[in-house]
C-alpha cells in the first residue's frame, strides 16, 4: 500500500506557473504508474496527466497538452506535474494517484490510491 501527498498548490495569474509534487510513502513509487487528475467545482474529475513506471511514457489531456508536463524521480519517490501558461479554466483541486496495474492512463476507476488533493486556482 502506499500513501500520496499532494503539494504545491496555490492562486497565480493567468499565464503563470506552477509546480505541483506528489510525494509517496509505504511502497516504492517504482511500483505504480502514476496519475493526475483535477476536478473543478461542479464538474466531474478529469484526467489531466499520466506516467508510466520508469517514466519512459507520458499521456495527456489535450486541455493542457504542450503546458503541462509530468516527470517522476523514483529515487525521491515523488512524481510532479509542472504546470506552465496558466489559465482561468484549470482552477480544480489536483489529485495524484498510483496504480499497479494499469489498463487505462485516462480512467480514474483504474487507479488504486488517491491523494486528498491540493487546490489551483488561476485567476484573470
Known amino acids: 500500500q502506499v500513501q500520496l501527498v499532494e503539494s504545491g498548490g496555490g492562486l497565480v495569474q493567468a499565464g503563470g506557473s506552477l509546480r505541483l509534487s506528489c510525494a509517496a510513502s509505504g511502497r516504492t513509487l517504482s511500483a505504480y504508474a502514476m496519475g493526475w487528475f483535477r476536478q473543478a467545482p461542479g464538474k466531474e474529475r478529469e484526467f489531466v496527466s499520466g506516467?508510466?513506471?520508469?517514466?519512459?511514457?507520458?499521456y495527456s489531456a489535450d486541455s493542457v497538452k504542450g503546458r503541462f508536463t509530468i516527470s517522476r524521480d523514483n529515487a525521491k519517490n515523488t512524481v510532479l506535474l509542472q504546470m506552465n501558461s496558466l489559465k482561468p479554466e484549470d482552477t480544480a483541486v489536483y489529485y495524484c494517484?498510483?496504480?499497479?496495474?494499469?489498463?487505462?492512463?485516462?480512467?480514474?476507476?483504474?487507479?488504486?490510491?488517491w491523494g486528498q488533493g491540493t487546490q489551483v486556482t488561476v485567476s484573470l
Open positions: 506516467i508510466s513506471r520508469n517514466g519512459g511514457n507520458t
Open positions: 494517484a498510483a496504480v499497479t496495474s494499469v489498463g487505462s492512463y485516462y480512467i480514474g476507476r483504474e487507479y488504486d490510491y
